[in-house]
């Protein structure tokens, strides 16, 4: 008798210690195993190169490897519907720009917007407007005369209904010109066609270029901000100058970039707490500033109500965008998702908004 009880104790308590130890999974014991980084554009772009550098720092304050792997198509949403679909634990986040899941049901391709997530950025750069280094144009005034007198002229975009799309659509529409536009999977990659020749220009973020611009491969006509930007070369320096000098209209493209990631909003408090932490001091360390010294971007540690009313702004701004140029799916309006046009709006901006599960304290 005596040995069929010491043998149940002993059941007992090893069963005991098994059922108290950490479990993978458990937000208790968060991170237990590596985590992935969905990123949604193609690999050489901001979005990628941001996100592998925090995926560095974040990594050593979680004590967890976090790798990145690059899932193109669907202005993000093959990438972000891959992360979704994934348990909802902390372990896949999506690399992307603050604007990406603002368009996805305007456009049709996913059910899903900003208030299904927590999102996390850490840098912003201005749009700049370039050709490749041997093109004829050597000002976006010879440029926009050359558009003038040619309509069919070719500029390559990061993808069909990208805010990149978009807001070249915007400059080219505002200032009363033409051109041809071609969709490719980021704006790293339509870059690359300009200095191939397959495209006579493009528009994207200063940041995702900027090595490009600086080895001479493309030329920078003009920045989309007050401020002009200054390019180092093999062959010298040169100022690419501020578009809104002579075209103040253009300003309302200014402000709309911002480069990070975000986790589904039911992760489980306990892990978004632990992200936050690790964010802000990844954005706060030295090897960051440096990083986006290094890329032309300006730090930034926007998460919390901030990321929230952020994204919520440029998603009237980019939807409406849509709208206007007929870019969203056919008998799709912004109003049907309650989205207000941002002169009209103000935060919270409709009631998917204000239930959205808020920030935890």
């Known amino acids: 008798m005596k040995k069929h009880i010491t043998l149940l104790l002993v059941l007992s308590i090893a069963l005991s210690l098994t ?81 990406t899941v603002s368009g996805w049901r305007c456009l049709n391709y996913a059910d899903l917007s900003w208030e299904d997530f927590y999102g996390f950025y850490a840098a912003t750069s201005p749009y700049v407007l370039f050709v490749s280094g041997n093109s004829p144009y050597e000002t976006y005034e010879q440029l926009f005369q050359a558009m003038a007198n040619d309509p069919a002229i070719k500029w390559g975009n990061a993808g069909l209904g990208s805010i990149n799309q978009l807001t070249g659509q915007l400059m080219v529409d505002t200032l009363g010109l033409s051109g041809s536009s071609v969709p490719y999977d980021g704006g790293r990659t339509a870059a690359v066609k300009v200095v191939a ?59 709309l970039l911002y480069w990070g990631f975000r986790i589904p909003r039911d992760t489980p408090a306990q892990v978004v707490s632990a992200i936050q932490t690790a964010f802000q001091a990844a954005v706060e360390s030295q090897e960051w500033q440096d990083f986006c010294a290094s890329k032309s971007l300006s730090s930034t540690c926007v998460m919390g109500k901030d990321s929230d009313e952020m994204c919520a702004r440029l998603e009237s701004i980019y939807t409406w965008g849509l709208y206007d140029l007929n870019m969203t799916a056919d008998g799709v309006s912004p109003a049907d998702f309650q989205i207000p046009r941002i002169e009209d709006f103000t935060f919270p901006a409709n009631e998917r908004a204000e239930n959205a599960a808020p920030w935890p304290q």
């Open 197 to 255: 020749g397959e495209v006579t220009w493009s528009w994207c973020g200063a940041s995702d270029i900027l090595d490009l611009a600086q080895s001479g491969s493309i030329r920078i006509l003009g920045v989309c901000d007050d401020q002009a930007l200054t390019v180092d070369t093999p062959s010298g320096s040169y100022e690419a100058p501020s578009l809104l000098t002579e075209y103040p209209e253009l300003s309302a493209l200014q402000d």
């Open 19 to 99: 059922g108290c130890g950490p479990k993978e999974g458990d937000a208790k014991a968060w991170p237990a195993h590596d985590i992935t980084v969905d990123v949604a554009y193609a690999a050489g772009g901001t979005a990628d190169t941001a996100n592998r550098q925090l995926a560095i720092l974040m990594g050593k304050s979680l004590g967890a490897n976090i790798s990145v792997v690059n899932v193109t198509g669907g202005s993000g949403s093959i990438a972000g519907q891959q992360m979704y679909a994934a348990a909802h634990d902390g372990y896949t986040w999506l690399g992307d720009v603050a604007h």
